[in-house]
């Protein structure tokens, strides 16, 4: 057995806590939400601090239409969504009533944190709402999602929410109970691993590729986040969700689910940031110049250095700058779209407002929103 220390409220004070759809679904589904709410105002009487990370808007949205099949097209699950939304805000509101506490909601989309001044002002709101001692209830803004940029699940969500808000510890709480060390459906002696130092290829190899294997599709995005996680410094514990009280037991330092040890924080700030951006949706390929004055010399990127624009990007999104041999040197947030950096590449920086009729700023992409390749691995 492994000896798990407590995470205490004093070294482990502000939680991320992501319930699964699977957790508040099924006909013990309420039951569960109720128990979490009150594994919550135990922690808040402890003194620690939560934010709430809850799936389950279109399970809900199909309960309420009498939908038993999920449908398969974007427009219907957001609407499902929509419908879904209203209704477990409202579960929640209730179950957390009998303690006294009140709930906020939020609703986010990868767009939205990609951008940092939306990043900055989310991570206000969430540390206003923690102030008030409230108890704010995220979920990916369902409604909008675009398939490409959603944040592919509430896992990775909850994550950068963790690290957003400075999280000291994120609790996946799943109808999965723990690692594995192989798929306990097909072996029966496969072995539930208590602690993980740390997230690496090894580890990632464990979940398999295939969605219907246990220790499959979920279980590789609830690594992935372990892993998001740890890159912040933040451990990662993930337990059986439909045994709430499993919260507790392992705060106290039992052995239950599985412990990801959050290890030494690789990124902070803007580096953490843009490691933890949704896929960049362009590209810039930059002269040698550019290159060696972004790889050594800590420069910003200005027009004059770009020699090509690749794919549709708007102000603030990330991109990938390439060298002319097509290596990544890094990404960083433009200044510029993609329509204005194809006016303004290869020429100096005082031509840009007369061939834009305005200037945003010097820089196609600024210093301190870029990181390199090498930063990001
Ligand atoms: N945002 C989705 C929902 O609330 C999450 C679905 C899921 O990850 O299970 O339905």
Known sequence: MHGRLPLTAQTHRRLVIKVGSAVLSGPQGRQHQLAIAAQVAALRAEGREVVLVSSGAQATGMQKLGLTEKPKSLPSKRALAAVGQPTLMLLWEQAFSWYDLKVAQILLTAEDLAHRHRYLNARQTLETLLAWGIVPIINENDTVMVEEIKFGDNDQLSALIASLVGADLLILLSDIEALYDADPRTHP?????????????????????????????????????????????????????????????????????????????????????LYQLPKPQGELVVDAGAARALRQGGASLLPAGILEVRGQFGVGEAVKCLDEQGNLIGVGLVNYSAAELSRIKRRKTRDIEAILGYKNTDEAIHRDYFALASELE
């Open 189 to 273: 002696e496969a072995q539930p691993i208590p602690y993980v130092e740390r997230v690496d290829a090894e580890v990632l190899r464990m979940a398999g590729d295939s969605p219907n294997q246990v220790g499959t599709g979920g279980m590789k995005s609830k690594l992935l986040a372990a892993e998001k996680a740890q890159a912040a410094g933040i451990p990662t514990l993930l337990l059986p969700g439909t045994r709430p009280q499993s919260i507790a037991e392992a705060l106290r330092g039992e052995p239950v689910g599985t412990l990801f040890a959050g290890g030494q924080r690789r990124y902070s700030g803007r580096k953490l940031w």
